[in-house]
């Protein structure tokens, strides 16, 4: 979009071409926030659903004023000969009437579109990919709802492992879809990222500001996975010794803090990595918070014989309040080992932390064990 903004600032200036946009992100304000950053004015319309159906990004058309496409990606160095055959020429009207390709969305795409309370929402489109397993676009659609939930106050513990399973059922329906698969890879190990998604979005917040401006505000910020820059190897660390643990430390199986793991991908091969999503939240309905005066969350996981972690163990940095009740996010990769059989593979991983319940509460020094199931294809 850069490119063909700067290129075409005189004919936009002058009246004689209209910019518009079309994106296909599940986080539209990050656009928002990047067209602020490139001073790009033009209306950005968005299809997080991909009721287009596009499988490649990014499209340049050329649209006539009767909106007849009249060229589909031209190069970007033809600027002389798209000025000469198409934004000089005053196209006549078609002799026949053309008769415009309709888009109507199937009821949960409706629910979806109207932002319909999102419970609803997705047991349509459970119902729909129930009955077209074999409908990519369906499954697509599916995931991109529960993502949407798993963004929302509403989220409810496996909505982003739902959202990355339907992923994945579409991806293998259509390999080639370069929307599908770019969405597993957003969340994914480094091995398999073309590029970072998001490292752009802390330069373009202090260029924004420098020039005195308030940057667009993000919904959702961008997480570890979305920030990593691709490898093109594993890099894994040994584990420091690990200290004996006191067996009095009370175990906390969720009272206090609920754990939710998310493998992204959900299965690989033996030699693969998947990157692991590991979510702390404490208990609302205790009041449950964190004790920020003492040390900070800290995750361990203790691969099999074999496998490599590369951050396998991480502390939290506290925030500087004496108590949060803000959700905390560990993330860290794991390569199977080149002997992993097929089937679930159980990784065992404990976290422990401080927490309080109720205002003015008691605080406890609590010890929660997490398993990272991954599933290894023959």
């Not at 499209?59 to 002389?80: F, K, N, S």
């Not at 667009?216 to 660390?237: D, M, N, R, T, W």
């Not at 803090?257 to 999503?277: I, K, N």
């Not at 502390?315 to 560990?330: G, I, M």
Request: aromatic share 8%; proline share 8%.
């Amino acid at each position: 979009m850069p490119g063909w903004h700067e290129a075409t600032k005189e004919w936009q200036e002058a009246g004689d071409v209209r910019m518009v946009g079309i994106i296909e992100e599940q986080h539209p304000e990050r656009a928002r926030l990047f067209m602020q950053w490139k001073k790009m004015g033009w209306p950005i319309l968005v299809d997080s659903l991909n009721l287009l159906e596009t499988t490649v990004v990014p499209q340049t058309l050329l649209i006539d004023e009767h909106g007849i496409i009249r060229e589909v990606r031209p190069a970007l160095d033809e600027l002389d000969r798209v000025r000469r055959e198409f934004v000089d020429v005053d196209f006549e009207p078609p002799a026949v009437g053309l008769e415009a390709r309709r888009i109507e969305p199937s009821p949960a795409e409706h629910a979806y579109l109207r932002a319909n309370e999102l419970d609803a929402v997705l047991a349509a489109f459970e119902q729909e990919a129930a009955a077209n397993p074999a409908g990519g676009y369906t499954l697509f659609r599916a995931g991109v709802a529960y993502r949407a939930r798993h963004d929302s106050p509403g989220r409810r513990a496996g909505d982003f492992q739902t959202a990355v399973t339907y992923w994945e059922r579409a991806l293998q329906l259509d390999p080639n879809n370069y929307i599908w698969r770019r969405r597993i890879q957003q969340y994914g190990p480094r091995l398999d990222k073309p590029y970072p998604f998001y490292d752009w979005v802390r330069e373009a917040r202090a260029e924004i500001i420098a020039r005195g401006e308030t940057p667009v505000p993000l919904v959702i910020e961008p997480i570890g996975a979305e920030l990593a820059s691709p490898s093109k190897e594993f890099v894994g660390a040994a584990a420091p010794h690990a200290p004996e643990i006191d067996e009095r430390i009370l175990r906390d199986d969720g009272v206090f803090v609920t754990a939710e793991t998310t493998l992204v991908p959900s299965a690989v091969a033996a030699g693969e990595s998947a990157r692991a999503h590991v979510r702390f939240v404490p208990n609302d309905a205790i009041k449950g918070h964190w004790n920020n005066e003492v040390d900070g969350l800290v995750f361990r996981v203790e691969p099999p014989a074999g496998w490599q972690v590369d951050h396998p163990v991480q502390t939290l940095p506290n925030p500087p309040e004496a108590v949060s009740r803000e959700p905390r996010s560990v993330e860290l990769e794991l390569r199977a080992s080149e002997g992993a059989g097929p089937g679930v593979v159980q990784i065992p991983a404990y976290a422990l932390y401080y927490v309080c319940e109720d205002v003015n509460g008691v605080c406890m020094y609590r010890r929660q064990d997490v398993t990272l199931r991954l599933r290894v294809e023959g």
